[in-house]
Each structure stands twice: as C-alpha cells, then as structure tokens.
C-alpha cells in the first residue's frame, strides 16, 4: 500500500525553496482574506430548503405574516373589580405612548359601532344577503305584528335620555334589518368573550384588558428586539402602577432571552474552552512551533471563505457557522504533521513523506462526503460544500507544505511506542465496546427528528407563564394557522377568498374562522346577493313603506318619519370594495387580513385564520389548494415537513456518505479489513450518540446533525491515522495526535454542553457524547481488532 | 345603547344638583360654589320625573313618568313607567338595559365603545365637580331671577347637543332641557326629590 500510494513530498526542496512557498502561501492567504471581507451574509432561511419542496420557502416567507411575528400582545388585570377605572385609564395611557419608532402607528379606527359603521353595511345589505337572509325578512314584513313590535321598540328608544343618536339609526332601519349582519360580524370576532375598540380588547367579565399592538422591529433583530423589549418595559413602569398586574408578550421576548441566553452562555463557553485548550497545550504540545499548527483551520476557513465569495452571490449565516466544524476538522492535518516532526531533524523528511499519506487519505474522504453534499437540493448544504472541500483542501496544502518550513528544526521530544494492552484489560475493552455497538443498534428505531424551531429555543418559565395566562384569558390567537386566498388582483383574491370560506363553512361547521369573507364578499357573490335583494325589494318594496308608514302613524310617527329606510334601498348599492370597509371604521382589520407586501411579489393575500388543528391540516390538501387558489400555513404543519424534511435528507447524506467513505477507504487500502478497522470510531461514536440519545429521549434537529457531521468526518480521520500506525507501523505519536485532536474538539464544541441554550447545549453533547467514544474506539479498540485480524505490523 | 353614556353623564351632573338650594345672591361663582359644596355632601339621590321630548319625526310630544336612584360614585338607576316600561341600571362598568317590548335584558360594558371612555372621564369629573374639568367641555353661563338657571353649551360645536339648560328652584333643581341642533329638544321636569336615603343595592343590579 504504501509503495503504490506514496505521497512525493521532499522537505528539502520545500526548504531550499522555503521563499517561493512562503510568498505563495502568504499572497494566497492575502488573497483569500479580501475575498472573504466581500462576502455577503444573508439571514434568509429560505437556504434551509430543499429546492424540490418550494412550497417550505413559500410557507416560511408567509408565516412571517402571522401574528405571531408581529404582534405585541400586553395584558392588563386587576383583581379587584374596583380597580377598574384604574385599569382602563391605564391601559388606554400606556396604548397611547407605544409609537414610533417601535410601534406602528396604528391605522384610523372609528370602532365597530359607529354611525359610519352602521350606514356602510346598512346600505350594503343588498350585497351582503343570502337566500336565508331574504327568508328572514320576508317573515319579518309579511307579519303586521312583528313590524307594529319594532316601531313600538323604536318609540321606546326614542323616549331613553339617548333618543339624540338613536334617531337616525330608527330612522334608516325601523324594522331592524341591521340585525341580519350581527352574525357575519361574528366571523372578525377574533376573541369570543371580549369586544374590540381602538387596538384594545375588553374581557367581559371586566377585569382584563389586551393590548394589541404592531411592532415594526423584526424578530430577527435580537439587538433592536431587545431595545423594544426595554422602552417597552419602561412604558409599563411609568403608566401602569403595581396593583395591575402585567403580562407582555412577543415574538421580540424570545429573541431577546435567546439572545441574552447566548450571550451569557458565550462567556462560560469561551472561559471552558480557553481552559481546555490551555490544558491540552501544556500536557501535550508544549512549544512555541505547536503554535503554528493553529494557522491550519484559520488557512481552512479564509480560502473556503474566499472561494464561496467568488461562488455565491449571498452566502448563509447557518453556512458560515459550520466554520466552525470545518476548522474543527482541520486542525487534525496540522497535529498529526506536528506530532510527525517535532521530535528532531533525524528523518523529519521520511516522516513527512510517511504521516502525509494518512492525513491526504483522511482529507480525501471528508472532501468525499462534502462533494456529496454539492448535490443535495439544499442550497445551504451546497453553500457548505464548497466551504468545507476548498477549506479543506487549502487545510491540507498548508499542513503538508507551509507548516513543516514554520515548524523549522526541533530537538527533544519522546519517540511514540505502541504498547499493546494487556490480555484482560483488552477482553474487557472488547466486550464494552461491542455492548457499546449493540445498544446503539438498539436506539436507531427510537431515533426522531424535530424541525420545530421552537424546541431549539431557549423559553424561559416566566414567558411560559403568560403565554399560558393570556391563552387561557383571550384564546391562542397567536398560533392559528393562516390561509392565504391569493390573486393578481384584489378581486381574484376576494374570489378565492369566499370559496375558501364556503368551504371552511360546508366541510368543517364546528370550527371558529376569522374571515373578510361574510363581510366582504366576492363580487360574483355580491352580484348573487343583489339579484336576490333586488327581486325582494320589487315584491315587497312599496308594500313595506305602507306598512311602515300607516303603523308608525298610529304610533305617532310623522308621515316623513321613515323617509331614509326607504331613500336607503331606492337604488341598489355600488359594489363593496375594500376602500368602503376602510372608511367605515375597518381599516385596521383590513390592514391585518390583506397582504400587499413586496415579499408577495405584486400577489394580493387575503388572509383567513383557522385553529391549527390536525383536521383542518387534512382538509387542505395540494390539490384542494390548487383548485381554490388558496395556500395553508400553520406552525405545525411547517414544522412537521421540516422534521421530514431533515430525516429524509440526514438519511440521504448519511447513506451516501457511508457508501463513498467505505468505497474511498477500501480504494486507498485495498483490503477489506483495513477499511472496516478504519471505519470502527466513526461507527461507534455515531452508534454511542444514537445509544445515548435514544436512552434520554433527545430527537435529531438541525444542530445535532451538523455536530454529527463532525463526528463522521473526525472518526473517519482518527480511523486512517490509527490503520496506518497499527497497519503500517508509522514512526510517530499517531495515538498523542489522536488524543489532543479528540480532546481540543471536546474543549472547543464539548463545551457547549455547558450552555443553557437549547441548541448549543444539543451540538455540545452530540460532539462530547460522540467524540468521547471515537477517541477510545480509535485508540484502543483499533489496536485490538488489527491485534486479531493479524494486521498489526508491531 | 353606547350613546346613551353620552347623555348620562349629563343626567348625572343634574341630579347631582337636585338638592340645592334656593340663591339669594347674584355672583355666579358663588352660585357655583354652593352648587358645588352641596354636590360633595351628596352621596344619594332619588324621586320621580316627567320627560317631555319634541322631535321631529314624531308628529306629536312624547310624553314619558318614571324614576330614578343615584348612588356614589357611579351606580345610576333610570326606569320609565309611562307610557312604555324600560329600564337603564348602570352599576360602575356594567349597563343593563331592559324593555317590555323585547323582554330581554341587554348588558354591555361601559368600556364597549368609544362612549364609555367619555362616560367614565366624565362620571369621575361630576362625582368629584371637578369644576376644571367641567369647564373645559362647556361654556357656563349663569342666569339669576326667580330661580338659577345655568345654560352649557358645549365648546366645540357637535351634532349631538346645541345646549344645555339647568334650572334650580327654591328646594332643588327643577328642570333640565337638552337642545339639539336641529330644533329637537328633550326636557326632564324633577317631581320629588330625596337626598342622601339609603337606597337598596337591587336597585342597580339586575331586575
């Protein structure tokens, strides 16, 4: 093996031309660093999506019209019903200092019980009737008796201390036709028990009041989140005094506590992980030239940077957080060249020549798995491909070049000895170690996957606590699934928007929809209305302002009395168009229900919200979608086709990764034993993660797999580096390298398992649980098998 | 039902003047005083009424009796008995309205609407007389002769009230007329006036 795959590096010819690879390294470097200042870093999640599922980009641009992304929830209570003044004039006090620039202004409101208000869909009504609606009315004005009962209602009203205000209205409306509509209003009412006026909603048990406002800081920005988390705190001090009790929720507390989390978490982190790699020095480096060994993973990450620069218009966040992973991994090239060199100059060139064939073997095969990466449908993983295979790569050039010149000559250093364990110590390793592999064969159908973001957050128990008061007080407004009716026009969309809920209403009557629809129909159903008022008002028409004329006169009505009911139906009505709803005091609710936002591309949405419950799920199917010109998003469902989304490509990557690592390794060593016995620490470190994982219930998630990826592409290369000291007898500290890479990835990602954020603390015990067992895998067990399978050359 | 707390308000402020006395002096202020000093030693209020309404749409005066019961700071009991039953009960945020047509009681909150925002600014102001108050939302102006006679007009002009009239005779107020813009005019004649009786709590609670 090592005849036919000898790697021609000579050490003198790099010394005697130390000045032409130092230039060349250096203006590559040069190079790659400016390259790197022109990267452009996007915080589109849309990458995380396969692009044979646009329908998830779609769904994720669209969830950020969801109320739970821009509303601002604060809750106002008093125990005592006495306090009520106190909290109402609180409440409107605070309402009224949340502006810009962390407010929206909100939009005119003239409330729901207006004169506007009144008139608009009094005058309307003929596009607003239904069949039922015009049997209602033909009972209501064929019965003498009902219509003498509404004047003498009217009369009664005329004679309360209000008669000023309550004139007009009887006037327009003596035989209460108004009241046909009170329960299409129904259908806005987003919280059952409570009315809505000016942005607040008032309990009606009448010692809670919501405020909800519109905040124009994105929840993305955890530096703006927090800024608004605190002037709106500050609010609350100032305005609202201590016997009322206060709930604030937000998108903008999360990020905030995610934020605060991180940031406290970084601190323990960064202490932990400088100790660790303080300690690892001190036991195992101990020189000034170990140092350089660190400029490896810096070379891997500013040529893989540069190169994704020149490949990628915009570059992901998420992609530029694995450079960490990617150093991680490229470190291991610079140790084994240090641990290979450092002892002396005697036979520094052989040694070269021999530990550069492990260390291109393992680059080889992590560059592999990445190359398979180039052809996932996830634009991330692609970003991330070639990030890692030039980095790697560029990792590799500079351990087998550049370092050994930094490295220079050295004296001391203790020649490395394989010792074998004794006989009872490695039956007892053996049978650990397949205990080890049984229990995590054991695990892999336990195993699950979690793409709900929410679960790789920090929430802490305080906003647990008022998300749980104000769903109980005002309902779970906040995580209704969203169906968007969508159309090039206004028209279309309203269209759509009322088959959708002619749908809703035939196929699930039981479940509560907040929609435009019974308010605002299509004009094709406006039409249907207006054909069907029109023939009821040519039969009935003149018949009912006789009635109404002669009846209100025994009443003592004057003869002109009921002049605007009858003006108010002598023409059929314009039809109803958004702008009329607006001056009719619905401008806010319309603001909420109908997207016109660049991220729709010039579509108009019409928004109806639904309760995220599996039925409905069902119900909209791709092809009912399609057929209604309707898209449904909910939390749920997006979550769920993430998590399917993950499984399917982890199994897709880890399968391929598997087959190329397996053919790559038997390709290089041409012996099946050799490949499987370079293959034990990648497979008990994986088999040891899912074995733990499975046993304390922790899913797979986006976090965990990127630190999986690490474990693969570590055990793989601490595998080659044992095979070939075990295999081929290489003269140098291949066990002390493997142990200070091993120990330095549990010092620098291990550590994060000290955090108390969700994710971090997941990626930390992924990589501590599995390279803890990689290391010992590679160490130990490796020795023993080559041991019994006679592949040991000491 | 909402607009009803627009006039309250008023309601509430007259009869909170129902006990005053006779004047004898002609400075206003002093009138207003005395209004005032009176208003504060007041915690009940109740007896009967006459309500004459012109309007417009009706080709005759409607013609209304019943009674009324305050109570401080903001309980208000306002019943028809001629010639239609009805009933208006509002006990702090709560206003339950009932009519013998219909049969039904309806309750809202006074928070409900824009109204009750008013409603509530205003019932502190008059429980209190808060005079600063009271004259930022009207002009004053105080007649004197037989009886005192205070007229309000509002200060930004609406399409609700044109003005307000109050009268005060010897023993208590005598009367109340609201004006609205367009000639229609409500005018509420005080028969029998109590002060300060103890008045049962189911007075303001549901019938």
Known sequence: VTAHLQIPISLAFLSKNFRAVFTAAIALLALGLVLCFKLTIGEDIRVMFPDSNPGLAEDASLLQQSPYFRQVMIHLQVDDKADRPLLLESAAALKEAMRQPYFNEPGPDFGWSGHEFFHYFLHNLPNLVAPGDIAELQRKVDDPAQIMGKLQEG?????????????????????????????????????????????????????????????????????????????????????????????????????????????????????????????????????????????????ALCLGGAVLSLSFDVVSGITLGFGAVLMGISVDYGLHVFFALHRGDKDRGKRLVEVARPIVFAALTTIGVFLIMLFSDIPAQRQLSVLSMTGLAGALLFSLLVLPLLMGRNNGGSAAV????????????????????????????????????????????????VEERISERWGNLRSMAMIFARGEDMGTALENNSRLFAVLQERLPEVQVLSLAPLLPSASAQGVSRELWKEFWTKNGERIRRDITVQGKELGFAETAFAPFADAFQRLPEPMEPEGLEGAGMGEILNKMIVRSDQTQGEILVMTLVPDLPRVHTLFTPELERELGVRFVSQNRFSKEISSSLKEHFVWFFSMACALVVLLLFVLYRSLSKTLLALVPVVTGILFLFAVMGAIGTAFNLYNMVAAILIMGLGVDYGIFMVSKVGEGLDYETEKAVLVSGFSTIAGFGALVLAEHPALHAMGLTVLVGIAATIPAAIVIIPLLAGRLGLSEQ | MKFLMSILPLLLFMLMHLFCPARGTAEEASALEEIRRAARATQTLSGEFMQVKSLSILDEQLVSKGTFALQKPNMIRWEYVEPFHSLFVINNDDLFSWNEITGKVERLKISGNPAMKIFSEHLLSWAKFDMEYFESHFNLLVREGENVVVVLKPLTSNTIVDKIVVEFGREHIRSLAIFEPGGDFTRIEFRVVRLNQELPDRLFTLP
């Open chain 1, 418 to 465: 394989y010792r074998p364990s004794r006989p009872g110590r490695r039956k007892w390793s053996l049978i650990l170690w397949l205990a080890v592999l049984g229990a995590g064969i054991w695990q892999i159908p336990h195993l699950s996957f979690n793409g709900n973001p929410r679960e790789m957050a920090l929430i802490p128990e305080e906003l647990i606590r």
């Open chain 1, 155 to 299: 009369l009664i009203q005329l004679s309360g201390p209000d008669s000023f205000v309550k004139k007009p209205l009887i006037q327009s409306d003596p035989l209460g036709f108004f009241g046909l509509l009170l329960l299409r209003f129904q259908a806005l009412k987003a919280i059952p028990d409570a009315h809505y006026e000016n942005g607040m909603f008032f309990h009606q048990e009448g010692q809670d009041v919501l405020i909800i406002a519109e905040s124009g800081v994105s929840i993305t920005d955890s530096a703006g989140s927090g800024r608004m988390v605190r002037h709106l705190q500050d609010l609350v001090a100032s305005r609202v005094p201590p016997q009322i009790e206060t709930s604030l929720l937000s998108g903008h507390f999360y990020t905030q506590a995610n934020a605060d989390s991180i940031k406290r978490d970084l601190a323990v982190i960064i202490t932990a992980a400088s100790l660790g790699i303080l300690a690892l020095f001190v036991l195992f480096l101990r020189h000034r030239s170990a140092l350089f060994v660190f400029l490896t993973p810096l070379t």
